[in-house]
């Protein structure tokens, strides 16, 4: 009489869409926990660059800074694509004195 009581209950289970979702949670966490780690593996390392605007490898780096912080020269460290853009800080930006839009030349 109780096998059966108990086959009933886990026909009965079976036929609900949540017990079989629940069934599959441990095989997801696993998954999950490899994801976390691998994550956490790059980010103990050296993190990855932004997405080069020319190519769109994810090796695009801050090459150098001029001009007291106003110029940065960006860099694609892809051997493939390996160009660079300038972006400039003190064109258009308002002068620290007199509160002016520049349109470029001298700050000072």
Not at 33 to 55: I, W
Not at 83 to 92: V, W
Request: hydrophobic residues 35%; positive net charge.
């Amino acid at each position: 009489m109780r096998m059966g009581v108990l086959d009933d209950v886990r026909k009965w289970l079976n036929d609900v869409p949540l017990w079989k979702e629940l069934g599959t949670i441990p095989d997801r966490t696993k998954a999950l926990e490899e994801k976390v780690a691998a994550l956490e593996a790059m980010l103990n390392g050296k993190r990855p660059g932004d997405v080069c605007p020319f190519c769109g490898a994810q090796s695009f780096r801050l090459d150098r800074v001029d001009m007291h912080g106003d110029r940065e020269v960006w860099k694609c460290t892809d051997t493939a694509c390996g160009k660079s853009r300038e972006i400039r800080h003190d064109l258009n930006a308002k002068n620290r004195r007199s509160g002016t839009a520049l349109l470029g030349g001298n700050r000072r």
